[in-house]
C-alpha cells in the first residue's frame, strides 16, 4: 500500500513558536488560580497577532509536505458537487422560491418565479454582497406578504452580529435604514411594519424586541419588549396561518411566548402563560386555538390546545401526552392536519393527524440509521407535507408526503458526481457505558472493508446543549472512504438523540458521562476492530471541542489524533467571566462556577486546567479571530499551555483563520480547501493511502 510521505522533506517540529508566560493570579473559593497566559485575551495588542501569525507559521510549516495532498483532496471534493444546481422550488404567497449555485461562485443566489415556468427574478445574489469581502453570512431573510419586500440580514466579519436590511423587490432598492446587531425578524400584514429582536452589544444576548414602521428613521423604532433576566434570549416569529407574530423568551431550561395579532401590529400583546423555572412551550396555531409543545408533565414534552381568547395554562386541553419513550421535537399545524415531529429510539419520525377525522399516518423510511427534518412548509392550506431526508449512504433528498395518500413523492436528490451507492455500508451500532446504558453510534464505511483492526477511522462526537448528531450524507467523506477510512458518529449523552433525559444525562453535575461515553463508544469500536488506537482520529468542534479536550486529558493512550474545531477548552476561566458573550445563559447547561459544588466539578474536567505532564495524540486545533462563541484565546491558551507539558513529539498545530468566526470560512470553495486541509493532517498521521481507491 503506498502511503501519504512527504512530498518534500518531513517537517521539522522541533521548534515550536513559545508563548510568553505573564502569571495572572485571582483567588476563586479560596483558591490561588495561576493563567499564566491570561495576555492572549487582549486581542488589539500586536504580540497576540504576532503569535497566532508564528503558530500560523509554524502550522504551514508542518504542513507543507501535505500541500499535493491537499489539493487532490480538494479537487476530489469539488468533483463531487454539482457546482451549477437548483434547490426545489417551494411556494409561498404567489411566488415560488429556491436558491441555485453557479460553478465558480463561492455563494448561492435567492430566486423566485410567479410560476414554475415563469420568469426568473434574483431576490438576493450573496455574491455580490460579498465582493471585497473577506467573509459573507446571511441570517435572516423573510419577504412580506405581499411579495414587494425583502427583509435580510448580512454579517461581514463572522462575529455573528448581523445588520438589517430591507430591499425593495419591484424596484431592486436597498432602503437606506440599518438596523445594528439583529437576529430574528417578522413582518406584520401591513407590509410596512417589522419586527426584529436586537442583541447586547457585550454579552450578545438578543434581549430586546423593536417594531420598525418602513421609510421611519430608526431611532423612532419602538422598544415592545426587554428582557431583563440574563439567562434569556429574545425571538420573534410568525405563524404558518399568517395570524399571529409570536413573541417567545427562553433560557436553557426555561421559556414564555406572547402574542399579537399580525393585522394589528400597533395592539397590546398578550402573554400566554408566565415562565416556570425548568418548564419549556412553544406555539403554533389554527382556526380559533393555539397549539403548545410543553414539557410541565414530563421532560419529553406533551402537546396541549388552548383557546385564542384565554390561552393560560388553566385552559390547556390536553392533545397528546408525555410519552417516556418518543420525545417530541416539534409541532407544525397546518388548514387540516398537524405534524409531529419525535424522536424515537434515538430516530426521527412524522406522525401525521387529520384535526376531523382523528385519522394517524407514519412517514416510512427505508433505512435502519438516518435524518429527516421538517423542509419549507410555507402554505397553510395545503395536502403537502415537506420533509428532507439522508442517510450516511443516502444523498440529501427532499420529499412531498401527500396527507390524502399517504406516498411521498421524491422531489430532487442531490446530485453526486462520481458516487456509487453500492460501494458503500452504514450501521447503527451500540456500545455499553461505564454505567451499562447503550450509546448508539453510527458508522459507514467502503464496501471489502475488514474488520481486523487494520482501518483508519474518523470518529466524531460533539454530546451537548440537547443537540442530536444527524445522521448526514457527506461527499467530502468520500475522499477518506475511497482510502479506507470508516466514519463514525458517537451520539453520546448530552445531546438530545434519544430525547430530554439524555441531555440531562449529560450536562451539569453529570457531564462526564459524556466523556465516559465516547470513550466507551471508541473503546468498542477497537474492541470489534473496527479499527485500533494507533488508526484512531477523532474530531469535534466548540462543545464538541471541549470533549475532545477531555478524552485525550482522560485516555491519551485511545487516540492517533484529534482536530479540535473553535474548542471550548478553557471552562472555568470563562465561565467565571460573565462579562463574555453567553457566560450566563450557559450556567443552566454547565452550572455557575460562582458556586463551590459547582467550581470543583467544572474544574474535575475542564480540559486547559487538568492538561498535565504526559504523552498526548497529535493534534490540530483550529479557531478562528472573529468567532463570537468561543473566543479566540481559548485554543491559543490551550495550545501555549499544553506546549510546555506534553512528553512527546507529535505535532500539536495551531491553525487560526484570521478572517472568520465561528463556523469559519463562509465561501463554500474556501470551506473545502479547510476540509482539505483537515483531512490531509488525518491521513498524514494515520499513514493512510496517498491517492483514493479505484472506483
Not at 435567492?110 to 467573509?135: H, M, W, Y
Not at 471552562?571 to 460562582?594: C, K, R
Amino acid at each position: 500500500m503506498t502511503t501519504i510521505l512527504t512530498s518534500g522533506k518531513v517537517p521539522d517540529l522541533s521548534k515550536p513558536p513559545i508563548a510568553k508566560k505573564v502569571p495572572k493570579t485571582d483567588i476563586v473559593h479560596g483558591e490561588n488560580r495561576v493563567d499564566d497566559y491570561f495576555w492572549l485575551r487582549n486581542k488589539p495588542d500586536p504580540e497576540v497577532k504576532a503569535y497566532l501569525d508564528a503558530e500560523n507559521v509554524y502550522t504551514d510549516i508542518a504542513m507543507a509536505h501535505t500541500t499535493e495532498l491537499q489539493q487532490t483532496l480538494y479537487r476530489e471534493m469539488v468533483g463531487h458537487i454539482k457546482e451549477t444546481d437548483i434547490g426545489v422550488p417551494y411556494p409561498e404567497g404567489n411566488y415560488f422560491y429556491y436558491a441555485r449555485t453557479e460553478a465558480g461562485k463561492q455563494y448561492p443566489i435567492f430566486c423566485r418565479k410567479p410560476s414554475l415556468d415563469g420568469t426568473e427574478q434574483i431576490v438576493l445574489d450573496v455574491n455580490q454582497l460579498a465582493e471585497g469581502e473577506k467573509f459573507m453570512s446571511i441570517g435572516a431573510m423573510n419577504v412580506s406578504d405581499d411579495g414587494n419586500l425583502l427583509a435580510y440580514s448580512t454579517d461581514n466579519t463572522g462575529f455573528r452580529q448581523y445588520t438589517l436590511h430591507i430591499k425593495n423587490l419591484t424596484t431592486g432598492e436597498v432602503f437606506p435604514e440599518r438596523m445594528l446587531r439583529t437576529g430574528s425578524v417578522a413582518w406584520s400584514s401591513d407590509n410596512r411594519t417589522i419586527f426584529y429582536t436586537v442583541e447586547d452589544e457585550q454579552t450578545k444576548r438578543h434581549f430586546q424586541l423593536y417594531r420598525h414602521v418602513l421609510g421611519t428613521p430608526v431611532e423612532q423604532d419602538v422598544l415592545v419588549y426587554e428582557d431583563a433576566d440574563e439567562r434569556f434570549n429574545v425571538g420573534v416569529y410568525r405563524t404558518r396561518s399568517r395570524e399571529f407574530i409570536i413573541l417567545q423568551t427562553g433560557s436553557h431550561t426555561t421559556s414564555e411566548s406572547h402574542y399579537v395579532r399580525a393585522a394589528n401590529p400597533n395592539g397590546d400583546w398578550t402573554l400566554i402563560a408566565p415562565r416556570v423555572q425548568d418548564q419549556e412551550y412553544d406555539v403554533d396555531h389554527r382556526g380559533d386555538r393555539f397549539y403548545i409543545r410543553v414539557n410541565d408533565t414530563g421532560r419529553n414534552f406533551r402537546l396541549v390546545s388552548a383557546p385564542i381568547g384565554s390561552p393560560s395554562r388553566e385552559n390547556w386541553h390536553e392533545v397528546m401526552p408525555h410519552r417516556a419513550d418518543v420525545m417530541l421535537t416539534e409541532i407544525d399545524c397546518f388548514q387540516d392536519f398537524y405534524v409531529l415531529v419525535e424522536r424515537e429510539r434515538g430516530l426521527p419520525q412524522f406522525r401525521i393527524i387529520h384535526f376531523d377525522t382523528r385519522t394517524e399516518m407514519m412517514v416510512e423510511f427505508p433505512e435502519p440509521a438516518y435524518s429527516a427534518q421538517p423542509a419549507q412548509n410555507r402554505v397553510f392550506q395545503t395536502t403537502k407535507y415537506r420533509y428532507s431526508y439522508q442517510s450516511m449512504v443516502t444523498p440529501s433528498s427532499v420529499y412531498d408526503y401527500d396527507v390524502n395518500t399517504r406516498q411521498s413523492e421524491l422531489r430532487k436528490q442531490i446530485e453526486v458526481p462520481g458516487y456509487d451507492k453500492s460501494l458503500y455500508r452504514s450501521e447503527r451500532l451500540f456500545a455499553t457505558a461505564k454505567d451499562g446504558v447503550k450509546v448508539p453510534l453510527s458508522i459507514v464505511y467502503r464496501k471489502g472493508f475488514n474488520r481486523d483492526g487494520s482501518h483508519p477511522m474518523l470518529l466524531n462526537g460533539y454530546g451537548s446543549y440537547g443537540y442530536t448528531y444527524p445522521i448526514n450524507f457527506s461527499s467530502n467523506a468520500l475522499s477518506l472512504l475511497d482510502r479506507g477510512f470508516s466514519v463514525a458518529i458517537a451520539h453520546i449523552r448530552g445531546g438530545g438523540d434519544l430525547g430530554k433525559p439524555w441531555h440531562d444525562d449529560g450536562r451539569m453535575m453529570n457531564k462526564k458521562n459524556t466523556f465516559t461515553d465516547f470513550i466507551a463508544v471508541a473503546e468498542h469500536l477497537i474492541t470489534e476492530k473496527y479499527t485500533s488506537p494507533d488508526k484512531l482520529v477523532i474530531s469535534g468542534g466548540s462543545a464538541g471541542g471541549l470533549l475532545m479536550g477531555a478524552v485525550v486529558n482522560m485516555r491519551p493512550d485511545l487516540f492517533k489524533a484529534v482536530v479540535s474545531k473553535v474548542p471550548f477548552v478553557d471552562v472555568i476561566n470563562t465561565m467565571l467571566d460573565a462579562s463574555l458573550p453567553l457566560t450566563v445563559p450557559e450556567y443552566e447547561e454547565w452550572g455557575n462556577p460562582n458556586e463551590k459544588p459547582a467550581y470543583d466539578y467544572m474544574l474535575s474536567y475542564s480540559p486547559y486546567d487538568q492538561l498535565e505532564p504526559k504523552a498526548y495524540p497529535a493534534m490540530l486545533v483550529k479557531t478562528s479571530f472573529h468567532d463570537s462563541q468561543v473566543m479566540y484565546w481559548e485554543p491559543a491558551k490551550y495550545i501555549a499551555k499544553l506546549r510546555t507539558l506534553k512528553a512527546d513529539s507529535n505535532p500539536l498545530l495551531l491553525k487560526t483563520n484570521m478572517a472568520a468566526g465561528h463556523g469559519g470560512a463562509s465561501g463554500r470553495y474556501d470551506f473545502l480547501h479547510e476540509i482539505a486541509f483537515d483531512y490531509a493532517f488525518m491521513i498524514w498521521q494515520v499513514e493512510a493511502p496517498e491517492k483514493a481507491l479505484s472506483t
